[in-house]
């Protein structure tokens, strides 16, 4: 997909989310019609109350025409008040579903984006640019569909007074709105660096504020509040200049309004004069006239909002334009939904997206049901490659990854996500109770079975000592339970396969022995990857695959491998002095 129709993708579905249903969408019509015609029909009464008042009306008469007039103008500022309340609900509930949308599609993109853009960015672009449609869509409704409507009705009314102020009028209006577009074409693009150094900024810092521990024990503090300076500055900048373009955009649009608003007064004092209107209709001229005001400053107003909102619906549609590079199957299968998963890696190769170097070369594993695997072997060598791929976070460049006997190409995503788990070193917890941290936000999870597997997995005294139970807040985990937390998690989704990436690397003694007598419960029933760097932990594992440089330099049962003295799998073990 190009980047043009990536785009213009995004922005239909940028579209599509707020449009409203159609029984709102209808009430919105009227009261946005009810809004822009009787300001209109008001002054028609100040004609009639004039002219009827000079030819020697009665006083109930005027009294009836006046009492008309202000129901009109309370009518008209009633349906403004609907249009405004229809359009702040109908705005947000639109740009909430594009917020659950943006999130939804930001976690669905592969791991490749998220590295190049940090999470500080793309909440920028869920939250704050999608605040900033929020706002214009409900500008936009009143502040430019009713107030462009209001101006068309405006013209209208001055034709059917004289046509040669129609014509006047109109082209006036035709001048300031070709003034208002080659203003934005102008004001636009500045507005997008802006958003884009704004995102810039957010990004750093939620970066600075994450790292800020390390910041600090390592005396980088200094350096990153200098990185801090040169971004905010960028911003400032971009910031700057959006604003002067459009400050002056505005500035030329008032004075051609000015000058406009003064070739109409002037023209209709010149037909008055001459006996072609009367002075009804000339007072109804100048209401018309400080009507039309109105509707054009609150257009310039809304410039620098739509110029705002452009940039932020661009990028908005350019994230929903990225799409995950993994492919969809057209006819997916199923893995099986119960029991221990098969693995195999068939001839593997794979190379990280903008990489130089493949990762992975001709890399052959398998695995029947029930096996567990232990991945062993230097930093880098491509233990966590492999276990991705198991995952399918990525995709080999050659070879096939199965489980269950299937291409994981062909499976279906949320059957994987449902039958294949992962335990990492980096748990990442939630500000919220511990029920809600165990299921993930799922609400089908009966609480006893919630209680049991705390106990299963340890955490049964920790438990006892919350004051509310599982509604208790998460707070001061230390990172032994963190991980025991993270297990207890990995057992309510039952995967019929287990990737543990180094899940004790960062423990104590102590807790590294609680944490492995949980691997075994975890382990129990299931397809098991293990990746450690404690080599005592692989002393449970039915397999050993050594890797080096992306390749699997040793495969085969642990015990045939124990069995032969000059295999790299005793040498590792001795050199660590690790239990065999």
Known sequence: MTGTSAGARGRALVVRSLLPGRRLGFALVVSVLATTVL???????????????????????????????????????????????????????????????????????????????????????????VAAVADFAVAFLLDVVVNVLLLAAIVVGVFLVDVRLGAVLTGYCLVVFLAMARGQRWAVPSATRSRAASAALYGELEESLAGAEDLRANGAGEHMLSRFHRTSAAWYHAEYRAARIGVAVMAGVSVAFAGGTAVVLGSAAWLLNAGALTVGTAVLLLQYTLLLRAPFERLIDQLRAYQGALASVARVADLLGHQPVLP??????????????????????????????????????????????GLVGRTGSGKTTIARLLLRMYDPDAGAVCLGGLDLRDVDSASLRRRAGMVTQDVQLFSTSIRDNLTLF????????????????????????????????????????????????????????????????????????????????????????????????????????????????????????????????VGLLNLTGAAR
């Open 328 to 373: 969809q199957p057209v006819h997916p299968r199923q893995l099986p939904a119960t029991g221990p998963l098969s693995a195999r890696l068939d001839r593997v190769s794979f190379t990280y997206p903008g990489g130089d170097r493949p990762s992975l070369f001709d890399v052959d594993i398998e695995l029947a049901p029930g096996e567990s695997l």
């Open 442 to 569: 799922r609400p089908d999870t009966d609480d006893d079975r919630l209680r049991a597997v705390l106990h299963e997995v340890g955490l049964g005294e920790w438990f006892a000592a919350q004051p509310e139970g599982l509604d208790s807040a998460l707070r001061g985990v230390s990172a032994g339970e963190a991980q025991l937390l993270a297990f207890a998690r990995t057992l309510l989704s039952d995967p019929g396969i287990v990737v543990l990436d180094e899940p004790s690397s960062r423990l104590d003694l102590a807790t590294e022995r609680r944490v492995e007598e949980c691997i075994d419960r975890l382990l129990a029933g299931r397809t098991g990857v293990v990746i450690a760097h404690r080599l005592s932990v692989l002393s449970r594992m039915d397999k050993i695959a050594v890797v080096s440089g992306g390749r699997i330099v040793e495969f085969g049962y642990r015990t045939d491998l124990l069995a032969d003295s000059r295999s790299r799998f």
């Open 39 to 129: 300001p209109v029909l008001a002054p028609q009464f100040t004609l009639r109350f004039v002219d009827d008042a000079m030819t020697g009306a009665s006083t109930g008469h005027l009294v009836l025409v006046a009492v008309g007039y202000l129901s009109l103008a309370i009518a008209a500022l009633a349906a403004r008040t609907v249009t405004g309340w229809l359009a702040n609900g109908l705005a947000w509930d639109g740009t909430n579903r594009l917020r659950e949308r943006l999130a939804e599609h930001a976690l669905a993109l592969d791991l490749g984006y998220h590295g190049k853009h940090p999470p500080g960015e793309l909440i920028e672009r869920v939250d704050g640019d």
